[in-house]
């Protein structure tokens, strides 16, 4: 074996910090790493701009955080596209517009709008596992200090979503959300999560045949349909597992494992 790769979301896939399951399986730990031992890769694709403590069990070849706006292997930095100043004043003042919170996150760390409003602790319950601040939080920041590869926008209402998505410039990319809160992800064009997938396998000089993914939300689709093996969870979105070459179990019934040992690869 060898010269494969796999690329793994967190949320929902490593993860699933709202049921409580805020730390890999064992299963997976164990599977990712004889996976690795086997000579091939694994690499983090997420919307998060940094790995959470609670995956820190794991070790991983590459990142790929801000859903493809920051990318890095083996240490090197190979990819990082971030807000201007002007489009960062542009996202504070909508925001105000639209009675909305704002977490500019990047790999350098996570400048909030209020690090106490509920709509931010709620959203680093959900994601965080509990309401502390981050040790990447910036509490006292100015514009210009602003290094943001990606925006996510907190909302009170759907109404308020769809006033601030609908005067957003329309080159950039977004992700609407509305299950556990009312949130947008906004970036810059560029680079996906699955463009960046595909970037990197190619870079590598490894074969599309090679190649597995998984995912289980919206912003994971087109990571799926970049790979050969495109793999979605148990518990992902109906949508997802539509277009996934292949449905594994639940993120807490080790899914992972049971994948990569139907393919063969541990």
């Not at 929902?12 to 805020?22: C, K, Y």
Request: negative net charge; contains cysteine; aromatic residues 10%.
């Amino acid at each position: 074996m060898g010269n494969k790769i796999t690329f793994l979301d967190i949320d929902g896939t490593l993860v699933d910090v709202p049921s409580g399951m805020i730390e890999p399986a064992q299963s997976t730990i164990e599977a990712l790493k004889k996976f690795r031992e086997n000579g091939n890769y694994t690499v983090v694709a997420t919307a998060r701009s940094v790995v959470p403590k609670t995956i820190s069990k794991l070790d991983f070849d590459g990142y790929i955080f801000c859903n493809g706006n920051y990318i890095v292997f083996k240490d090197e930095v190979l990819h990082d596209n971030y807000f201007s100043i002007e489009d960062i004043q542009y996202i504070m003042n909508l925001s105000d517009q639209c009675d909305a919170q704002y977490l500019l996150s990047g790999h350098y760390g996570v400048w909030c709008s209020d690090l106490d409003h509920p709509l931010c602790v709620r959203q680093r319950e959900l994601f965080l596992g509990g309401p502390e601040k981050p040790k990447d939080s910036i509490e006292i920041w100015k514009v210009e200090d602003v290094h943001a590869n990606m925006g996510t926008i907190l909302f009170k209402s759907e109404e308020d979503m769809a006033k601030f998505k609908e005067r957003l410039p329309k080159s950039w990319v977004v992700h609407a959300y509305v299950e556990a809160n009312i949130r947008l992800d906004i970036h810059l064009p560029g680079f996906s999560k699955g463009s960046a997938v595909e970037f990197l396998f190619k870079k590598l000089g490894i074969d599309k045949e090679d190649t597995f993914a998984f995912g289980d939300a919206q912003n994971d689709i087109e990571m799926l349909k970049l790979v050969k093996h495109g793999i979605a969870m148990g518990n992902g979105t109906e949508e997802i597992k539509s277009i996934a070459y292949y449905v594994t179990d639940e993120v807490d019934k080790d899914g992972i494992a049971n994948a990569l040992k139907k393919f063969r690869v541990i």
